[in-house]
């Protein structure tokens, strides 16, 4: 089974513009999960999605926006790039029962952003 | 505010040594604990715990949950220089029932073995 892929894997944008960014889910999982990875912050959680729908967000400004596919692949976008913004984008996906069942989040490689 | 706490943040040590990664957590509605295995790009998942007591091994890596103490351990035994890596603990919270993918880190511990 192949695994949680993302495109592209590096970025180099410049302040001010935008970008997006793509991720596409093991097979059959339906919840897609974004983190930022800085030296300075470690791995914090964006949002996440689920059937199309966003059902939890981090503290992150309203800059950084995602939408999912009814296929599960999801897409981060994050308009007016300041330099802050470079890091490592990590997308995680999991199968999600519901019901209270506990599921491994499983990541991609990451796409890395440098803001110029 | 949730909050996991990982130490040492960083340890060297030498092929065959045993380490021990801590993890302490404050969580609301605790879910799940994981370790994770960061090389150079995607973490990659060791383990997750949710009941106290009940050890995870897998190979020379294992780890427990202490629920009462909120705190984690990860051993790795007869360490190899191909154990090195960031070592990341996360915990996950429970939103009334369901779990909505939010994972929060800790700071991660940086392995190094030497030969």
């Known amino acids: 089974k192949a695994g949680v892929t993302q495109t592209p894997r590096y970025l180099i944008k410049t302040r001010g513009q935008q970008v997006t960014l793509s991720c596409s889910p093991i097979s059959g999982h339906r919840s897609v999960s974004w983190y930022q990875q800085t030296p300075g912050q470690g791995l914090q959680f964006l949002f996440e999605?689920?059937?199309?729908?966003?059902?939890n967000k981090g503290n992150f400004p309203g800059r950084f926006s995602g939408r999912q596919f009814s296929n599960s692949r999801s897409e981060m976008n994050v308009s007016t790039l300041e330099l802050g913004d470079s890091a490592l984008y990590l997308c995680a996906s999991r199968w999600y029962r519901g019901g209270g069942a506990q599921e491994t989040q499983y990541f991609g490689p990451g796409t890395r952003l440098l803001v110029l | 505010e949730d909050k996991v706490v990982q130490s040492p943040l960083s340890l060297v040590v030498h092929e065959g040594d045993t380490v021990t990664l801590n993890c302490s957590y404050e969580?609301?509605?605790?879910?799940?604990l994981l370790w994770y295995k960061q090389e150079k790009k995607a973490p990659t998942f060791l383990f997750m715990l949710t009941s106290s007591g009940i050890e995870k091994k897998s190979g020379r890596l294992s780890s427990i949950l202490d629920k009462k103490e909120l705190f984690s351990i990860l051993n790795i035994t007869a360490t190899q220089t191909g154990d090195s890596a960031v070592y990341l603990c996360a915990v996950e919270w429970n939103a009334g029932g369901t779990s909505y993918g939010k994972l929060t880190f800790g700071q991660g511990t940086i392995l190094t073995v030497h030969p």
């Open positions: 999605y689920f059937s199309e729908t966003q059902r």
């Open positions: 969580v609301t509605n605790f879910r799940s």
